[in-house]
């Protein structure tokens, strides 16, 4: 079954980051379209690949959203280039399935001159998505006062003359630059989106993407989305769910606190119990997640998502449904969720020990908060879902470690 089509992967990806901070994502889509239209002025490329140098260059910043103040894209861009070409290459590299697209984003702020030593196939594309955004830089900032004479004299040294050779033509013959400013472009790059050819596997490893994207925040909203993961895959298994019900159960819980992205890290990482202003700005993350999911994913594992902090006496929230309305798939990451809390470590209290968390749990399934039969399934088999999602956790954490540590070294050799 299709659980998203390839083109609203795209959207999702971008939708998802916008939560985070929209400008970054505003000004990829434009470089994209930049890129896109030099593309096609150039010619000999097919759709589909064209659709993915524009969701590789739509993404092209996704590393400043890890390594830079997003208010200061001038900066990042202009000033400070390799902290956030190197984390962004890195994602694309061990986490999409556009690997081969990595580089483009390590290099696309290299001047041209050094960027023709390179032995990499796609290193024209490097220059053009290099110029392209400066471009869309220096237009937004400079408004009616751009002019792109201003990029002559660095032809041959630090831009491509081939790229302003393409701009230009893009210009006099898309008019891109009117069209950019007057919002008009978006049609265009979304019917080249069309074009997206991706396999299930490619769609699910770009929504395992979106899980390490929460690790933006902080590593422990990886850790979270991992062992909630695992704990309703198990879950799932034990209760004996159809093949589709499992698949539903799975994106349902890989996707579900994608809207916490939206919420400040002042109160996510807040060393105290919330305020009533600020538990009640934390509940929207829901909203959030349906919002970016709704016509985008299949329904069934948006109503998941949207449930997982519903409870079974009516006490949860967004919409305060009971049992009765719930299946065992959105009661299964209720509780996942649930225990998942109860087994990190939060700014507020310690590492909660196991006789405290059965005991929690059973008073909770006996005031009708949660499923008795799930809690009573989940608290039976307590010592082998804890040991299989330990060894689960450890081993998405050794990737997430890796692509860490390998910004570092990437980033000192390029200092």
């Known amino acids: 079954m299709e659980y998203i089509r390839s083109k609203d992967i795209f959207f999702l990806m971008c939708d998802t980051l916008r939560l ?117 830089i220096y237009s937004e900032a400079l408004g009616d006062k751009f002019d792109m004479a201003m990029f002559e004299k660095q032809v041959g040294t ?17 008019d891109i630059l009117r069209k950019v400013k007057k919002d008009k472009y978006k049609e265009e790059l979304e019917d080249i989106i069309g074009y997206m050819l991706f396999s299930n596997e490619d769609k699910k490893k770009f929504l395992q993407m979106l899980m390490f994207c929460q690790g933006f925040k902080s590593e422990t909203s990886v850790v979270d989305t991992v062992t909630c993961l695992c704990i309703a895959e198990i879950m799932g298994q034990k209760v004996g769910l159809g093949t589709l019900e499992k698949e539903q159960l799975y994106y349902g819980a890989l996707l579900h606190d994608i809207g916490m992205l939206a919420m400040p890290k002042e109160i996510i990482d807040a060393p105290r119990s919330l305020t009533p202003e600020e538990y009640t700005q934390i509940k929207t993350h829901v909203h959030m997640a349906e919002k970016v999911l709704k016509d985008r994913m299949d329904e069934e594992v948006v109503a998941i998502v949207a449930a997982h902090h519903e409870r079974c006496d009516g006490s949860g929230y967004p919409r305060g449904l009971r049992e009765i309305q719930m299946n065992s798939r959105q009661e299964i990451l209720q509780l996942a969720d649930t225990v998942t809390a109860l087994l990190g470590q939060r700014a507020y209290r310690p590492v909660l020990e196991k006789a405290q968390i059965q005991k929690l749990l059973r008073k909770d399934a006996a005031e009708g908060k949660y499923s008795r039969a799930m809690v009573k399934l ?15 956790v450890e081993e998405i954490m050794f990737t997430y470690r890796k692509l860490n540590q390998q910004y570092a070294q990437v980033l000192g050799k390029l200092k």
């Open 20 to 136: 985070v901070d929209r400008r970054a994502m505003d000004h990829g889509s434009r470089v994209a379209y930049y890129l896109y239209k030099m593309l096609e002025c150039k010619g000999g490329y097919e759709k589909f690949e064209l659709a993915d140098f524009v969701f590789m260059a739509s993404l092209h910043d996704i590393g400043a959203y890890k390594t830079e103040d997003l208010n200061q894209l001038v900066q990042y861009e202009c000033k400070e280039t390799t902290p956030h070409a190197t984390y962004g290459y890195l994602v694309f590299k061990y986490l999409s399935p556009l690997s081969e697209l990595a580089s483009v984003i390590l290099y696309h702020h290299m001047d041209y001159l050094q960027m023709e030593g390179l032995d990499y196939e796609y290193k024209e594309i490097a220059a053009y998505l290099n110029l392209a955004e400066k471009v869309d």
């Open 158 to 174: 630090v831009i491509s003359k081939e790229a302003l050779v393409l701009i230009s033509e893009a210009i006099k013959k898309y």
């Open 378 to 392: 989940f608290l039976d088999y307590y010592e082998d879902i804890i040991m299989k999602v330990n060894a689960r």
